[in-house]
C-alpha cells in the first residue's frame, strides 16, 4: 500500500499549494521502476517507485532532471521531491502528457539537443555519481576527456563483465583498446558538453503541443558525440534529427568511427545487466576499433 498522504505532504512542502491525492493510477515507468499517476486538486504528478535503498539513484535522476530543464534549451519534467515510502523509495514529477516524435519534432530535438550541447562546464564529470540503467555511473570531475572516458566508462563496465563471467578476451582485449585510447582523437578535442548521457529513442516523446521532452536521464558534462551515438545504437531517430543537428553544430568526421567506441560503453552496460548475446557484441566492437588501429 503507498503512502499517498506522505507523497502529497511531501509534494505539498516542494511546491508551496495544498496537494491531495485523490487518485491514481499506474502507468509505465520503464524497465527498472513502477511508477503512477497521482492525480488531486486539480494537479498531476509521475511518481516512480523503487526498492528502499534506491533513493540516492533518484536524488541523482531529480537533480539531472532539474540540469536540463535549467538548461533553458529542451523540455523535461520538473522534479518535484522524493523520499521513501515504507519499502520503497520514490520520486515525484511534473507529470506531461506524452505522444510519439513527429516529423516537425524530430527536427526540432535535434536543433535543441544541439543547444543543449553547448552547454558547457570547466571539467568532465559531474557533481555527482548517478545511474545509467540500474548500473552506477561515475562521474569525478577531471580535466581530461580520455581519461575520464578510459577510467570511468570503459574500466569501470569492463571490470564488472569480468567480475560477471565475460569472456577473458573480452577484458583483455579492451585493456589493449584502453591503452590506446588516444588514437581515436587526434586533432579533435571535446568541449565539455551537458549530456543526456542515455539518448535512445524510448527516453524521448513529445507533448501535446509537439515540442520534443526528454526524460530518465544519465546526465555529465562529456562529448556530445557519445549522446549521439547512443541515438545510433537502438534506433527511433530518424533523418530530420540527425540533419537538423548538423545545421545547428556539424560534427566532426571522426565521429564515424568514435560512435563505435562511445557504444561500447552502453552495450558493455547491457551485457553487466542482461547477461547473454552483449558479450559477443562487445567482443567484435573491441575488435573492430583495435584494427583501426
Known amino acids: 500500500?503507498?503512502?499517498?498522504?506522505?507523497?502529497?505532504?511531501?509534494?505539498?512542502?516542494?511546491?508551496?499549494?495544498?496537494?491531495?491525492?485523490?487518485?491514481?493510477?499506474?502507468?509505465?515507468?520503464?524497465?527498472?521502476?513502477?511508477?503512477?499517476?497521482?492525480?488531486?486538486?486539480?494537479?498531476?504528478?509521475?511518481?516512480?517507485?523503487?526498492?528502499?535503498?534506491?533513493?540516492?539513484?533518484?536524488?541523482?535522476?531529480?537533480?539531472?532532471?532539474?540540469?536540463?530543464?535549467?538548461?533553458?534549451?529542451?523540455?523535461?519534467?520538473?522534479?518535484?521531491?522524493?523520499?521513501?515510502?515504507?519499502?520503497?523509495?520514490?520520486?515525484?514529477?511534473?507529470?506531461?502528457?506524452?505522444?510519439?516524435?513527429?516529423?516537425?519534432?524530430?527536427?526540432?530535438?535535434?536543433?535543441?539537443?544541439?543547444?543543449?550541447?553547448?552547454?558547457?562546464?570547466?571539467?568532465?564529470?559531474?557533481?555527482?555519481?548517478?545511474?545509467?540503467?540500474?548500473?552506477?555511473?561515475?562521474?569525478?570531475?577531471?580535466?581530461?576527456?580520455?581519461?575520464?572516458?578510459?577510467?570511468?566508462?570503459?574500466?569501470?563496465?569492463?571490470?564488472?563483465?569480468?567480475?560477471?563471467?565475460?569472456?577473458?578476451?573480452l577484458y583483455d582485449n579492451g585493456q589493449r583498446l584502453m591503452e590506446v585510447l588516444s588514437v581515436f582523437f587526434g586533432s579533435y578535442n571535446p568541449v565539455p558538453s551537458l549530456l543526456h548521457g542515455d539518448l535512445w529513442g524510448g527516453n524521448v516523446a513529445a507533448d501535446q503541443s509537439g515540442r520534443p521532452v526528454l526524460f530518465d536521464p544519465a546526465i555529465y558534462y562529456g562529448d556530445r558525440e557519445t549522446d549521439l551515438a547512443m541515438t545510433e545504437l537502438f534506433g527511433g531517430f530518424d533523418d530530420r534529427f540527425y540533419q537538423s543537428y548538423r545545421d545547428t553544430w556539424d560534427i566532426d568526421p571522426g565521429y564515424s568511427t568514435r560512435k563505435v567506441l562511445y557504444n561500447l560503453y552502453h552495450v558493455l552496460n547491457h551485457y553487466n545487466l542482461f547477461s547473454g548475446a552483449y558479450a559477443g557484441q562487445a567482443e567484435d566492437m573491441v575488435a573492430r576499433l583495435l584494427a583501426h588501429i
Open 1 to 169: 500500500m503507498r503512502d499517498w498522504e506522505g507523497i502529497s505532504a511531501a509534494i505539498s512542502a516542494a511546491t508551496g499549494p495544498p496537494f491531495v491525492a485523490r487518485h491514481s493510477r499506474a502507468v509505465g515507468g520503464g524497465c527498472i521502476n513502477e511508477a503512477a499517476c497521482l492525480e488531486g486538486d486539480g494537479a498531476r504528478y509521475f511518481v516512480k517507485f523503487n526498492q528502499h535503498d534506491r533513493l540516492p539513484m533518484f536524488e541523482a535522476e531529480a537533480a539531472g532532471l532539474a540540469a536540463l530543464s535549467d538548461s533553458g534549451t529542451i523540455r523535461a519534467p520538473r522534479p518535484v521531491a522524493t523520499g521513501v515510502d515504507g519499502k520503497h523509495a520514490w520520486l515525484a514529477m511534473e507529470y506531461i502528457e506524452l505522444g510519439p516524435i513527429s516529423p516537425q519534432s524530430s527536427a526540432a530535438l535535434g536543433r535543441q539537443l544541439a543547444a543543449m550541447h553547448r552547454c558547457s562546464a570547466t571539467f568532465f564529470g559531474w557533481s555527482r555519481d548517478n545511474t545509467i540503467g540500474a548500473t552506477p555511473q561515475l562521474n569525478m570531475q577531471t580535466d581530461s576527456w580520455i581519461e575520464f572516458y578510459r577510467e570511468q566508462r570503459l574500466h569501470y563496465q569492463l571490470r564488472l563483465a569480468q567480475e560477471n563471467g565475460a569472456p577473458a578476451r
